[in-house]
């Protein structure tokens, strides 16, 4: 029903504005119009568009809450009170109706059935009637409103004003809703676990025993392992991804003949398109392994799974964002500050030290936090490289684990969002959204510590 009632939709928009542009035109040919013939055919666009939408926008949810009950009605009425009953039946029900129930169906199950599809189909076919009446009222009412003299053009500016605005709110509400959402939760969490236990606690341990008369049946959750964890992996891949990044983005922007950039450029971008897992494949099974061997050569206790795999890797990872961004951002610096360094002596190499950098540094800034942001966020490369083990250590040759990784772990399989370790999990993910919120606003700071604006 949707595919036909959107199809309708653009008909009856592709009528409407061509109506509205040829009934401008043939006014514009006696009168000076106030708007072009594309305002007025776009004002008709809209008087379609809004009244046919809201239609459906209003009538599916109602039409699919009175299908449902009714077919309910029809098996069990008690099925209404009961919210695991009415979703068990209605699956069957809608599978019947639909022609994909296996079995052999129940003679209130028949009759339900042949009552949801009797009402789907009337109250669809009303759907599409009532919106091309509505259609074609817009359209009525679109053709009525068009004169010479009338303001189109600040009608439709009104309409796309207020779209974009509708899009910005869907942005930050959605935002506002994520925040929630985990917020709830950790509140919940923080009833059951101390907050000083959780943010200064130096053993993370989730797992709850089954007997209460176990050890540790309460489960430990200090974070302090996972911070350093989280902070030691992601030092060590912006200290590959940092240098690296940067340094590329130097010769690519400043240096490399445009047919070598033409060619270096996309193959380096390619690491950012290689998918984390297969990235994780290789930390695990061939670089992890080589850091052990060379390790062993050099007298060191090397773990199998180790956050110098991880954060190699994963600084691999970045280089990309790293590179492209300041790239950009090195591009970005007039030719005039360059010139200028030219013309009073300065050599290639002293102009992109003294100038060009100095002159882009808020922008590298940006770019080292989003890469930044991006590896703290990283989960495949530390489960399949780094381990699980909540291990409170500076090594980098031990196993050590991070929030994305513990998340991602509590949360796996079937569970009950009743106990303090399925809850953890949003307290961790709270935690780390104000730990990118810092990073980003640390970035803002220095982006507006150090802007430079050129004529």
Known sequence: MGVVYFTGLALLVLIGFFFGRARALAVGHTENLHSRPGYHGGFVVISVLLPVLALFALGVPFAQYVTENQALQAYDPAALDDAFKRSAVLRDIIALANGQFSGQPTEALRRAADTYASLH???????????????????????????????????????????????????????????????????????????????????????????????????????????????????????????????????????????????????????????????????????????????????????????LAAGIVMGMMIIPFVSSLSDDIINAVPQSLRDGSYGMGATKSETIKKVVLPAAFGGIVSALMLAMSRAVGETMIVVMAAGLAGNLTFNPFEAVTTFTVQIKTILVGDQEFDSAKTLSAFALGFVLFFFTLTLNVIALQVVKRYREQYD
């Open 121 to 307: 189909a009337w109250t669809s076919y009303l759907l599409l009637t009532g919106g091309l009446v509505f259609g074609l009222l817009g359209i009525a009412y679109g053709l009525r409103k068009l004169s010479a003299r009338f303001r189109a053009r600040n009608s439709v500016e009104r309409f796309v004003k207020g779209l974009l605005f509708a899009a910005a709110c869907v942005a930050v509400l959605t935002t506002i809703g994520i925040v929630a959402s985990v917020l709830l939760e950790t509140i919940r969490f923080f009833e059951r676990v101390s907050p000083i236990d959780f943010l200064f606690g130096l053993h993370w341990s989730p797992q709850t025993a089954i007997r209460a008369d176990q050890e540790g049946s309460s489960g430990s959750f200090g974070i302090v392992p996972l911070v350093t964890g989280t902070l030691l992996i992601t030092f060590i891949a912006m200290f590959i991804a940092g240098p690296i990044g940067l340094f590329a983005a130097i010769y690519m922007a400043e240096y490399a003949t445009p047919r070598f950039r033409a060619f270096a450029k996309p193959l380096l971008e390619i690491l950012a398109g290689i998918p984390t897992v297969v990235l994780g494949f290789f930390a695990a099974l061939t670089l992890a392994p080589l850091i052990r061997s060379l390790g062993e050569t050099l007298g060191l206790n090397v773990a199998s799974e180790s956050a």
